[in-house]
């Protein structure tokens, strides 16, 4: 039974109780990633193969997010979440004892499901648990065990790797999942819903489709390059399953996403810069350890402490500018965590193959202080410009384009820059990318930082115009109250 809701503290143990789930998504998220190197040795299998323990996970959240938001403002969120906390940390079980590596990826695909209501509806219940002044501070909480879970996945991984089997590292799941479920059975409240309404499966088929065919796509393309006649075919797909999906969701009485959550344009800007940032950051976070590693010659776990700076940074700035938001609007925050987004990756265009570990960790710091600026006020806009029978389609929508954005940003990002080295090359690279002189290396990454800083200046542009209409906004309400 939930917590007495008029109690103080009940919105702190939702909030703790859901973000047990998120991190453990989080972290499943990038754990295995360290590991597919022992998955190659132990199963014999070709990484080709192997990574598909990665890509299955990430296929089957991105596809499943948005239906299973829509899902929940149907049927309540508490039971969604409970089953995917449930699911989670059976398949995880299972995929510790999976006997072959196609067991292994079929099991990852069912703990992707319960990671999917876990990610779809974590942001959703705790915006129902918190007051609208509290909301930024809450959510940036939330940022913040995102951030933990990304540092913490790799470094984790790596501690288990050097002294157990990789069984433990879904293991190491089960105590965590099985607290967090008594936890959500404890404290989330169960917001019965009598709904009539039906589902629209026709819209959630087709909507699989087009994510799925732009999801393997690119998975594909960044493995194999994007000349491939499969990758062609499937990026053809998507563009008309999307069409074909909107023309069934104006057609039908319930969707599963309402069209006309798109004509509020707090809902559609922050979704839009929200998307550009994950492509940028993602997208940057795949070229950096090639950097760290071939250009400047760190080892291995130096090169995870490097990385970590960034992360580290969001989860101590998050739930101050979420706090902060709280006070003074999103709007002003969003606009200067991207205004600092643009300097640290100008910064970061300045890398060369001399840069000191000082230097490096000087340039990334205002990225840092720029995501977590800019995430949890921004997260706080698109929740609260919806009503509440649809903060389960607003949760899985940002969720869907944080996923799909770093998955965009990895492919066209690490593709851009294999080109560019290629080019720099004289149009032939012996092996890959990383074969060419550190120079060319370092002259593409530069390249790719410069079309970054295009995406972040874009975002940026449709911020301003928004803050603009919301100081607009402000003088008329300050002229009509008078």
């Known amino acids: 039974m939930a917590e007495n809701q008029e109690n103080p503290r009940y ?55 948005l239906s299973i938001g829509r899902l929940s403002d149907m049927v309540g969120k508490k039971k969604l979440f409970l089953a995917g906390m449930a699911i989670f940390t059976v398949s995880s079980g299972l995929c510790g004892l999976s006997p072959d590596i196609y067991w292994l990826i079929g099991f990852r695909v069912l703990q992707a499901v319960g990671a999917s209501m876990i990610m779809a509806l974590g942001i959703a219940i705790v915006t129902e648990a918190f007051p609208s002044q509290e909301r930024g501070k809450a959510l940036g909480i939330m940022g913040t065990m995102v951030s933990i879970g990304i540092i913490a996945g790799p470094a984790i991984g790596g501690i288990i790797l050097e002294s157990l089997t990789w069984h433990w590292l879904f293991f190491v799941n089960l105590p965590i999942g099985i607290i967090g479920i008594l936890m959500v059975l404890r404290f989330v409240p169960d917001r019965s819903i009598r709904s009539t309404q039906k589902f629209d499966f026709v819209g959630a088929g087709i909507l699989l489709v087009s994510l799925a065919s732009f999801l393997v796509a690119l998975s594909l393309g960044q493995n194999g390059g994007f000349n491939n006649w499969v990758v062609i075919t499937l990026l053809g797909i998507c563009p008309l399953s999307l069409m074909l999906f909107i023309w069934a969701e104006r057609k039908v009485e319930q969707p599963i996403i309402d069209l006309k959550l798109f004509s509020n344009n707090q809902f559609s800007i ?13 997208g940057t976070m795949l070229i950096l350890p090639l950097y760290l590693l071939n250009i400047l010659g760190y080892g291995p776990q130096q090169t995870g402490l490097m990385l970590a700076i960034t992360p580290v940074i969001v ?6 500018s979420g706090a902060l938001s709280d006070r003074i609007g999103t709007r002003p925050i969003t606009t200067l965590g991207l205004a600092m987004l643009i300097i640290g990756f100008f910064a970061v265009s300045s890398l060369s193959e001399h840069t000191t570990t000082l230097g490096y960790l000087v340039r990334f710091i205002p990225i840092g202080i720029g995501v977590g600026l800019f995430q949890s006020p921004n997260n706080s806009a698109v929740m609260g410009s919806v009503s509440r029978d649809r903060l389960g389609v607003a949760s899985g929508l940002l969720s869907l384009t944080r996923t799909i954005g770093q998955t965009t940003g990895i492919a066209l990002l690490g593709a851009f820059w294999e080109n560019r080295v290629a080019a720099y090359s004289g149009g032939f690279i012996h092996m890959d990318a990383t074969s060419a002189p550190s120079l060319l290396q370092v002259m593409g990454f530069k390249d790719t930082i410069y079309l970054v800083i295009g995406l972040l200046m874009i975002a940026f542009c449709i911020s301003l115009w928004a803050l603009f209409l919301f100081f607009k906004n402000q003088q008329k309400h300050s002229v009509s109250v008078s």
């Open 315 to 320: 989860a101590v700035v998050a739930p101050l």
């Open 11 to 65: 919105k702190w143990m939702v909030l703790v109780s859901v973000a047990m789930g998120v991190f453990l998504a989080t972290i499943d998220g990038s754990i295995v990633n360290i590991g597919l190197n022992t998955l190659v040795r132990d199963f014999g299998k070709p990484l080709a193969v192997i990574e598909w323990v990665v890509l299955a996970y990430m296929l089957t959240i991105s596809t499943l997010m």
């Open 270 to 282: 922050n979704l839009i810069t929200g998307f550009l940032v994950f492509i940028s950051t993602a």
